[in-house]
Protein backbone atom coordinates (compact mmCIF):
# COMPACT_ATOMS: atom_id res chain seq x y z
CA UNK A 1 0.00 0.00 0.00
CA UNK A 2 1.46 3.58 -1.23
CA UNK A 3 1.97 6.12 2.32
CA UNK A 4 -1.27 7.58 2.92
CA UNK A 5 -0.07 10.11 4.44
CA UNK A 6 1.22 12.02 1.79
CA UNK A 7 -2.29 11.82 -0.33
CA UNK A 8 -4.89 12.16 2.74
CA UNK A 9 -5.29 16.38 2.41
CA UNK A 10 -7.24 18.41 4.73
CA UNK A 11 -10.19 18.57 2.71
CA UNK A 12 -9.35 15.75 0.49
CA UNK A 13 -7.31 12.85 -1.37
CA UNK A 14 -4.99 13.90 -3.38
CA UNK A 15 -1.36 12.97 -5.36
CA UNK A 16 0.52 11.66 -8.10
CA UNK A 17 -0.82 9.16 -10.71
CA UNK A 18 -0.01 6.06 -10.04
CA UNK A 19 3.25 6.76 -7.65
CA UNK A 20 1.16 8.02 -4.82
CA UNK A 21 -2.57 7.20 -6.16
CA UNK A 22 -3.54 4.27 -8.25
CA UNK A 23 -6.60 1.92 -8.89
CA UNK A 24 -6.11 0.08 -5.49
CA UNK A 25 -5.97 2.76 -3.53
CA UNK A 26 -9.14 4.44 -5.03
CA UNK A 27 -10.88 0.85 -4.70
CA UNK A 28 -9.98 0.53 -0.76
CA UNK A 29 -11.16 4.45 -0.69
CA UNK A 30 -14.34 3.73 -2.15
CA UNK A 31 -14.91 0.46 0.15
CA UNK A 32 -13.76 2.93 3.47
CA UNK A 33 -16.22 5.27 2.48
CA UNK A 34 -19.34 3.02 2.29
CA UNK A 35 -18.60 1.74 5.65
CA UNK A 36 -17.44 4.67 7.62
CA UNK A 37 -20.68 6.29 6.21
CA UNK A 38 -22.78 3.35 6.47
CA UNK A 39 -23.78 4.35 2.83
CA UNK A 40 -26.48 2.35 1.27
CA UNK A 41 -26.22 4.34 -1.86
CA UNK A 42 -23.30 6.70 -3.19
CA UNK A 43 -22.77 8.95 -6.35
CA UNK A 44 -19.76 9.30 -8.15
CA UNK A 45 -18.72 12.09 -11.01
CA UNK A 46 -15.18 12.10 -12.76
CA UNK A 47 -13.33 15.09 -14.34
CA UNK A 48 -11.32 15.24 -17.63
CA UNK A 49 -8.26 13.94 -16.51
CA UNK A 50 -6.55 10.68 -18.49
CA UNK A 51 -6.74 8.92 -14.94
CA UNK A 52 -10.29 9.93 -13.95
CA UNK A 53 -12.14 7.07 -15.38
CA UNK A 54 -10.06 4.19 -14.16
CA UNK A 55 -9.84 5.86 -11.10
CA UNK A 56 -13.47 5.85 -10.25
CA UNK A 57 -14.33 3.15 -11.96
CA UNK A 58 -12.15 1.28 -9.50
CA UNK A 59 -13.72 3.37 -6.60
CA UNK A 60 -17.02 2.63 -7.62
CA UNK A 61 -16.17 -1.47 -7.68
CA UNK A 62 -14.86 -1.07 -3.67
CA UNK A 63 -18.40 0.63 -2.93
CA UNK A 64 -20.38 -2.03 -4.72
CA UNK A 65 -18.44 -4.42 -2.91
CA UNK A 66 -19.24 -2.89 0.14
CA UNK A 67 -22.81 -3.26 -0.96
CA UNK A 68 -23.78 0.30 -1.74
CA UNK A 69 -25.23 0.81 -4.97
CA UNK A 70 -23.14 3.12 -7.03
CA UNK A 71 -24.75 6.17 -9.63
CA UNK A 72 -22.36 6.64 -11.61
CA UNK A 73 -23.00 10.36 -13.55
CA UNK A 74 -19.87 10.53 -15.74
CA UNK A 75 -17.88 14.01 -16.84
CA UNK A 76 -18.77 16.92 -14.34
CA UNK A 77 -17.81 19.39 -12.55
CA UNK A 78 -17.08 19.76 -8.65
CA UNK A 79 -20.55 21.51 -8.04
CA UNK A 80 -22.85 18.90 -10.41
CA UNK A 81 -21.20 16.23 -8.02
CA UNK A 82 -22.47 18.37 -4.82
CA UNK A 83 -26.14 19.24 -6.88
CA UNK A 84 -26.34 15.40 -7.28
CA UNK A 85 -25.26 14.24 -3.56
CA UNK A 86 -27.66 17.37 -2.45
CA UNK A 87 -30.62 16.41 -4.79
CA UNK A 88 -30.68 13.02 -4.52
CA UNK A 89 -29.62 12.90 -0.73
CA UNK A 90 -26.88 10.73 -0.55
CA UNK A 91 -23.01 10.97 -0.32
CA UNK A 92 -20.86 11.77 -3.07
CA UNK A 93 -17.27 11.51 -4.76
CA UNK A 94 -15.75 13.49 -7.17
CA UNK A 95 -12.53 12.30 -8.85
CA UNK A 96 -10.30 15.57 -9.36
CA UNK A 97 -7.41 17.09 -8.86
CA UNK A 98 -8.90 20.50 -9.42
CA UNK A 99 -6.01 23.15 -10.23
CA UNK A 100 -3.05 20.61 -9.96
CA UNK A 101 -0.98 19.53 -13.13
CA UNK A 102 -1.73 16.99 -15.34
CA UNK A 103 0.12 14.19 -13.15
CA UNK A 104 -2.06 14.71 -9.91
CA UNK A 105 -5.72 13.31 -9.80
CA UNK A 106 -7.73 12.82 -6.40
CA UNK A 107 -11.05 12.60 -4.76
CA UNK A 108 -13.34 15.27 -2.72
CA UNK A 109 -15.83 13.07 -0.76
CA UNK A 110 -19.44 14.62 0.78
CA UNK A 111 -21.98 13.31 2.66
CA UNK A 112 -25.65 12.65 2.07
CA UNK A 113 -27.01 16.70 1.18
CA UNK A 114 -23.52 17.52 0.07
CA UNK A 115 -22.45 17.87 3.41
CA UNK A 116 -18.40 18.34 3.82
CA UNK A 117 -16.25 15.53 4.96
CA UNK A 118 -12.72 16.74 5.81
CA UNK A 119 -10.02 15.49 8.09
CA UNK A 120 -11.92 15.57 11.55
CA UNK A 121 -15.09 14.56 9.76
CA UNK A 122 -15.03 11.52 8.27
CA UNK A 123 -11.78 11.48 6.10
CA UNK A 124 -9.24 10.50 9.42
CA UNK A 125 -11.41 7.49 9.58
CA UNK A 126 -11.88 6.64 6.30
CA UNK A 127 -7.64 6.94 5.88
CA UNK A 128 -7.65 4.55 8.67
CA UNK A 129 -9.62 2.04 7.75
CA UNK A 130 -7.75 1.69 4.53
CA UNK A 131 -4.54 1.31 6.16
CA UNK A 132 -6.00 -1.21 9.00
CA UNK A 133 -7.13 -3.23 5.80
CA UNK A 134 -11.31 -2.84 4.88
CA UNK A 135 -13.32 -5.51 7.04
CA UNK A 136 -14.86 -8.54 5.21
CA UNK A 137 -18.39 -7.85 3.77
CA UNK A 138 -20.42 -10.97 3.58
CA UNK A 139 -23.59 -9.37 2.09
CA UNK A 140 -24.97 -9.27 -1.58
CA UNK A 141 -22.94 -6.98 -4.16
CA UNK A 142 -24.29 -3.30 -4.88
CA UNK A 143 -25.37 -2.45 -8.40
CA UNK A 144 -23.64 0.17 -10.67
CA UNK A 145 -26.15 2.36 -13.09
CA UNK A 146 -24.89 5.32 -15.37
CA UNK A 147 -26.92 8.75 -15.11
CA UNK A 148 -27.04 11.79 -16.94
CA UNK A 149 -27.85 14.62 -14.44
CA UNK A 150 -25.81 17.47 -16.60
CA UNK A 151 -29.27 18.96 -17.66
CA UNK A 152 -31.05 18.79 -14.60
CA UNK A 153 -28.03 20.77 -13.27
CA UNK A 154 -28.38 23.57 -15.47
CA UNK A 155 -32.19 23.57 -15.16
CA UNK A 156 -31.74 23.93 -11.37
CA UNK A 157 -28.84 26.43 -11.22
CA UNK A 158 -31.42 28.55 -13.45
CA UNK A 159 -34.20 28.23 -11.15
CA UNK A 160 -31.46 30.46 -8.05
CA UNK A 161 -30.86 33.11 -10.59
CA UNK A 162 -33.00 33.99 -13.67
CA UNK A 163 -30.74 35.09 -16.25
CA UNK A 164 -34.03 35.13 -18.86
CA UNK A 165 -34.77 38.53 -18.83
CA UNK A 166 -31.36 40.45 -18.87
CA UNK A 167 -29.94 42.85 -21.43
CA UNK A 168 -27.87 40.69 -24.06
CA UNK A 169 -23.82 40.15 -23.20
CA UNK A 170 -20.90 38.93 -24.53
CA UNK A 171 -19.03 37.11 -22.27
CA UNK A 172 -15.47 35.65 -22.93
CA UNK A 173 -15.61 32.36 -20.90
CA UNK A 174 -11.74 30.24 -20.31
CA UNK A 175 -12.23 27.02 -19.06
CA UNK A 176 -8.70 26.00 -19.13
CA UNK A 177 -9.78 22.56 -20.75
CA UNK A 178 -11.18 21.83 -17.48
CA UNK A 179 -15.14 21.07 -17.02
CA UNK A 180 -16.31 24.17 -17.54
CA UNK A 181 -15.76 23.14 -21.64
CA UNK A 182 -19.11 21.08 -20.62
CA UNK A 183 -21.08 23.13 -17.64
CA UNK A 184 -21.09 26.58 -19.33
CA UNK A 185 -22.56 25.16 -22.62
CA UNK A 186 -25.44 23.57 -21.08
CA UNK A 187 -25.97 26.43 -18.77
CA UNK A 188 -25.68 29.10 -20.75
CA UNK A 189 -27.69 27.68 -23.58
CA UNK A 190 -30.84 29.89 -24.69
CA UNK A 191 -30.06 32.42 -22.92
CA UNK A 192 -29.04 36.21 -23.90
CA UNK A 193 -25.01 35.56 -23.99
CA UNK A 194 -23.02 35.88 -26.41
CA UNK A 195 -20.02 33.37 -25.50
CA UNK A 196 -16.53 33.42 -27.14
CA UNK A 197 -15.07 30.34 -25.69
CA UNK A 198 -11.78 29.44 -24.89
CA UNK A 199 -10.05 26.66 -24.42
CA UNK A 200 -13.39 24.74 -24.01
CA UNK A 201 -11.54 20.81 -25.44
CA UNK A 202 -12.02 18.34 -22.18
CA UNK A 203 -7.86 17.89 -21.99
CA UNK A 204 -6.54 16.81 -18.62
CA UNK A 205 -3.11 17.75 -20.83
CA UNK A 206 -3.67 21.21 -19.97
CA UNK A 207 -2.18 21.83 -23.47
CA UNK A 208 -3.05 25.86 -23.14
CA UNK A 209 -2.27 26.99 -19.51
CA UNK A 210 -2.59 25.79 -16.16
CA UNK A 211 -6.15 25.13 -14.93
CA UNK A 212 -5.46 27.79 -12.06
CA UNK A 213 -7.09 31.02 -12.92
CA UNK A 214 -5.65 32.12 -9.34
CA UNK A 215 -2.21 32.57 -11.07
CA UNK A 216 -1.99 36.11 -12.75
CA UNK A 217 -0.60 34.42 -15.67
CA UNK A 218 -3.15 32.01 -16.35
CA UNK A 219 -5.44 34.86 -16.85
CA UNK A 220 -3.84 36.33 -19.69
CA UNK A 221 -5.54 35.07 -22.54
CA UNK A 222 -9.09 35.91 -21.57
CA UNK A 223 -7.85 39.29 -20.57
CA UNK A 224 -6.34 39.86 -24.16
CA UNK A 225 -9.73 37.97 -25.49
CA UNK A 226 -12.28 40.27 -23.96
CA UNK A 227 -10.42 43.49 -25.30
CA UNK A 228 -10.05 42.20 -28.35
CA UNK A 229 -13.76 41.43 -28.82
CA UNK A 230 -14.84 44.24 -26.99
CA UNK A 231 -17.17 41.70 -24.70
CA UNK A 232 -18.82 42.98 -21.37
CA UNK A 233 -17.44 40.54 -19.08
CA UNK A 234 -14.34 37.33 -18.96
CA UNK A 235 -14.70 34.59 -16.83
CA UNK A 236 -12.36 31.50 -15.79
CA UNK A 237 -12.75 28.75 -14.22
CA UNK A 238 -10.85 26.26 -12.98
CA UNK A 239 -10.12 22.50 -13.90
CA UNK A 240 -13.13 21.26 -11.84
CA UNK A 241 -15.19 24.50 -12.35
CA UNK A 242 -16.13 24.79 -8.37
CA UNK A 243 -14.19 28.30 -8.78
CA UNK A 244 -14.56 31.17 -10.92
CA UNK A 245 -12.74 34.44 -11.84
CA UNK A 246 -13.53 37.72 -13.71
CA UNK A 247 -12.26 40.27 -15.60
CA UNK A 248 -14.40 43.08 -16.69
CA UNK A 249 -14.58 44.99 -20.01
CA UNK A 250 -11.59 46.47 -19.58
CA UNK A 251 -9.97 43.52 -19.30
CA UNK A 252 -8.91 43.57 -15.61
CA UNK A 253 -9.20 41.09 -13.06
CA UNK A 254 -11.91 41.69 -10.32
CA UNK A 255 -10.88 40.71 -6.69
CA UNK A 256 -12.89 37.72 -5.67
CA UNK A 257 -13.24 40.20 -2.57
CA UNK A 258 -15.62 42.42 -4.70
CA UNK A 259 -17.44 39.73 -6.26
CA UNK A 260 -18.06 38.68 -2.44
CA UNK A 261 -19.60 42.29 -1.63
CA UNK A 262 -21.72 42.05 -5.33
CA UNK A 263 -23.07 38.86 -4.38
CA UNK A 264 -23.81 39.48 -0.72
CA UNK A 265 -25.74 43.04 -1.63
CA UNK A 266 -28.06 40.78 -3.80
CA UNK A 267 -28.95 38.12 -1.41
CA UNK A 268 -29.44 40.21 1.55
CA UNK A 269 -31.88 41.80 -1.28
CA UNK A 270 -33.58 38.63 -1.38
CA UNK A 271 -33.27 37.97 2.13
CA UNK A 272 -32.48 41.07 4.43
CA UNK A 273 -30.92 40.79 8.23
CA UNK A 274 -29.34 37.80 7.00
CA UNK A 275 -25.85 36.59 7.77
CA UNK A 276 -22.96 36.86 5.45
CA UNK A 277 -19.80 34.39 5.85
CA UNK A 278 -16.06 35.49 4.55
CA UNK A 279 -12.63 34.16 5.82
CA UNK A 280 -10.14 35.88 7.46
CA UNK A 281 -8.48 37.33 4.40
CA UNK A 282 -12.04 38.66 1.99
CA UNK A 283 -11.49 42.63 2.25
CA UNK A 284 -13.11 44.83 4.76
CA UNK A 285 -15.49 45.76 1.89
CA UNK A 286 -17.46 42.55 2.49
CA UNK A 287 -18.38 43.03 6.22
CA UNK A 288 -18.80 47.02 5.97
CA UNK A 289 -21.41 46.40 3.10
CA UNK A 290 -23.17 43.83 5.05
CA UNK A 291 -23.44 46.10 8.25
CA UNK A 292 -24.27 48.94 6.42
CA UNK A 293 -27.33 46.77 4.67
CA UNK A 294 -28.03 45.72 8.01
CA UNK A 295 -27.21 41.83 7.63
CA UNK A 296 -24.62 39.92 9.97
CA UNK A 297 -21.57 39.48 8.92
CA UNK A 298 -19.37 36.57 10.43
CA UNK A 299 -15.99 36.01 9.77
CA UNK A 300 -14.45 32.72 10.01
CA UNK A 301 -11.05 30.46 8.89
CA UNK A 302 -10.36 30.12 5.15
CA UNK A 303 -11.14 26.66 3.81
CA UNK A 304 -14.38 25.52 2.85
CA UNK A 305 -14.80 22.69 5.60
CA UNK A 306 -14.92 26.15 7.85
CA UNK A 307 -17.16 28.12 5.69
CA UNK A 308 -19.92 25.35 5.35
CA UNK A 309 -19.97 24.42 8.80
CA UNK A 310 -20.45 28.04 9.54
CA UNK A 311 -23.12 28.32 7.18
CA UNK A 312 -25.03 25.77 9.04
CA UNK A 313 -24.85 26.88 12.98
CA UNK A 314 -25.72 30.55 11.62
CA UNK A 315 -28.00 29.69 8.62
CA UNK A 316 -25.94 32.10 6.58
CA UNK A 317 -27.55 32.85 3.43
CA UNK A 318 -24.31 33.03 1.46
CA UNK A 319 -20.13 33.13 2.13
CA UNK A 320 -17.06 34.19 -0.44
CA UNK A 321 -13.98 33.44 -0.25
CA UNK A 322 -10.57 35.55 -1.70
CA UNK A 323 -9.68 32.49 -3.68
CA UNK A 324 -12.75 32.27 -5.62
CA UNK A 325 -14.91 29.98 -3.72
CA UNK A 326 -18.35 30.98 -3.24
CA UNK A 327 -20.65 29.40 -1.20
CA UNK A 328 -24.73 29.42 -1.29
CA UNK A 329 -27.22 28.07 1.42
CA UNK A 330 -29.94 27.38 -1.26
CA UNK A 331 -27.06 24.74 -2.90
CA UNK A 332 -27.11 22.63 0.09
CA UNK A 333 -24.51 25.27 1.13
CA UNK A 334 -21.92 24.12 -1.64
CA UNK A 335 -19.45 26.44 -3.18
CA UNK A 336 -20.62 27.02 -7.01
CA UNK A 337 -18.09 28.98 -9.29
CA UNK A 338 -21.14 28.69 -11.77
CA UNK A 339 -24.16 30.17 -9.62
CA UNK A 340 -21.38 33.09 -8.88
CA UNK A 341 -20.68 33.70 -12.55
CA UNK A 342 -24.49 33.97 -12.83
CA UNK A 343 -24.84 36.33 -10.07
CA UNK A 344 -22.47 38.62 -11.49
CA UNK A 345 -23.79 37.81 -15.05
CA UNK A 346 -27.53 38.58 -13.64
CA UNK A 347 -26.47 41.94 -11.85
CA UNK A 348 -24.61 43.54 -14.93
CA UNK A 349 -27.25 42.05 -17.41
CA UNK A 350 -29.82 43.79 -14.80
CA UNK A 351 -28.39 47.25 -15.85
CA UNK A 352 -26.73 49.44 -18.43
CA UNK A 353 -23.29 50.61 -17.52
CA UNK A 354 -20.33 48.65 -17.63
CA UNK A 355 -18.69 46.00 -15.10
CA UNK A 356 -15.98 48.46 -14.06
CA UNK A 357 -18.56 51.09 -12.74
CA UNK A 358 -21.04 48.63 -11.80
CA UNK A 359 -18.34 47.36 -9.29
CA UNK A 360 -16.58 51.05 -8.07
CA UNK A 361 -18.56 51.39 -4.74
CA UNK A 362 -17.63 47.33 -4.23
CA UNK A 363 -13.79 48.02 -3.62
CA UNK A 364 -12.96 51.02 -1.69
CA UNK A 365 -9.72 49.23 -0.39
CA UNK A 366 -6.00 48.20 -1.95
CA UNK A 367 -5.30 44.27 -1.74
CA UNK A 368 -1.77 42.57 -2.23
CA UNK A 369 -3.17 39.82 -3.55
CA UNK A 370 -1.33 36.20 -1.59
CA UNK A 371 1.85 36.42 -1.56
CA UNK A 372 4.30 33.33 -0.52
CA UNK A 373 7.86 33.38 1.03
CA UNK A 374 9.63 30.02 2.07
CA UNK A 375 10.44 29.82 5.44
CA UNK A 376 12.50 27.25 7.60
CA UNK A 377 10.01 27.76 10.49
CA UNK A 378 6.65 29.21 9.95
CA UNK A 379 5.40 29.43 13.66
CA UNK A 380 8.76 31.11 14.28
CA UNK A 381 8.38 33.13 11.72
CA UNK A 382 5.11 34.58 12.63
CA UNK A 383 5.99 34.71 16.26
CA UNK A 384 8.38 37.19 15.14
CA UNK A 385 6.65 39.03 13.55
CA UNK A 386 3.99 39.24 16.13
CA UNK A 387 6.72 40.53 18.65
CA UNK A 388 7.58 43.77 15.91
CA UNK A 389 4.49 44.43 15.61
CA UNK A 390 2.45 44.38 19.62
CA UNK A 391 3.14 48.32 19.96
CA UNK A 392 2.12 49.53 16.62
CA UNK A 393 -1.07 47.02 16.38
CA UNK A 394 -4.34 48.58 17.36
CA UNK A 395 -5.97 44.78 16.86
CA UNK A 396 -3.80 41.44 17.01
CA UNK A 397 -5.88 37.78 16.27
CA UNK A 398 -5.13 34.34 15.36
CA UNK A 399 -8.49 32.98 14.08
CA UNK A 400 -6.36 31.92 11.31
CA UNK A 401 -2.64 32.35 11.37
CA UNK A 402 -1.79 35.71 12.81
CA UNK A 403 -3.84 38.94 11.80
CA UNK A 404 -2.60 42.52 12.83
CA UNK A 405 -4.51 45.31 12.34
CA UNK A 406 -2.66 49.16 12.20
CA UNK A 407 -5.87 51.25 12.26
CA UNK A 408 -7.16 53.33 9.49
CA UNK A 409 -8.49 50.46 7.48
CA UNK A 410 -5.02 48.77 7.65
CA UNK A 411 -4.27 44.77 8.28
CA UNK A 412 -2.33 42.17 7.20
CA UNK A 413 -2.47 38.53 7.56
CA UNK A 414 0.03 35.83 7.94
CA UNK A 415 -1.21 32.39 7.15
CA UNK A 416 1.11 28.97 7.41
CA UNK A 417 0.30 26.32 4.12
CA UNK A 418 -0.63 22.99 5.12
CA UNK A 419 1.71 21.13 2.82
CA UNK A 420 4.31 23.57 2.49
CA UNK A 421 7.56 25.35 4.05
CA UNK A 422 5.50 28.34 3.00
CA UNK A 423 3.97 31.57 4.77
CA UNK A 424 1.33 33.17 2.62
CA UNK A 425 0.80 37.37 3.03
CA UNK A 426 -2.15 39.25 2.55
CA UNK A 427 -2.33 43.04 2.94
CA UNK A 428 -5.14 45.69 2.87
CA UNK A 429 -5.15 49.49 2.88
CA UNK A 430 -7.14 52.21 2.04
CA UNK A 431 -4.56 53.17 -0.94
CA UNK A 432 -2.01 51.42 -3.16
CA UNK A 433 0.92 53.75 -1.51
CA UNK A 434 0.20 52.15 2.24
CA UNK A 435 -0.94 48.39 0.88
CA UNK A 436 2.81 48.77 -1.04
CA UNK A 437 4.64 50.13 2.16
CA UNK A 438 3.53 47.97 4.64
CA UNK A 439 3.62 45.05 2.19
CA UNK A 440 7.35 45.76 1.89
CA UNK A 441 7.54 45.93 5.54
CA UNK A 442 6.39 42.50 6.62
CA UNK A 443 7.92 41.28 3.62
CA UNK A 444 11.79 42.34 4.99
CA UNK A 445 10.99 40.95 8.21
CA UNK A 446 9.95 37.60 7.07
CA UNK A 447 12.66 37.39 4.83
CA UNK A 448 15.71 39.03 7.03
CA UNK A 449 17.06 35.68 7.10
CA UNK A 450 17.19 35.03 3.40
CA UNK A 451 13.93 33.26 3.21
CA UNK A 452 13.41 32.12 -0.62
CA UNK A 453 10.48 33.96 -2.43
CA UNK A 454 8.15 31.52 -4.35
Known sequence: MHDLSRIFKAYDVRGVVPSELDTDVARAIGAAFVHVLAAPRIVVAHDMRDSSVPLS??????????????????????????????????????????????????????????????????????????????????????????????????????????????????????????????????????????????????????????????????????????????????????????????????????????????????ELAREPGATIIHNVIVSNAVPELVTRLGGVPVRTRVGHSFIKAEMARTGAIFGGEHSGHFYFRDFWRADSGMLAAMHVLAALGEQERPLSRLLDGYAPYTLSGEINSEVADAGVAMAEIEKAYVGLATGIDHLDGLTVSLGDGVWFNLRPSNTEPLLRLNVEAPDHATMSRVRDEVLTRIRHEREIDR
Open 57 to 266: TAFADGAAGQGADVIMIGLGSTDLLYFAAGSLDIPGAMFTASHNPAKYNGVKLCRAGAAPIGADTGLGDIRAMVEAGIPAFTGPRGTITHSDLLAAYAEHLCTLVDLSAIRPLRVVVDAGNGMGGLTVPAVFEGLPLTVHPLYFELDGSFPNHEANPIEPANLRDLQAAVRATGADIGLAFDGDADRCFVVDERGECVSPSTITALVAER
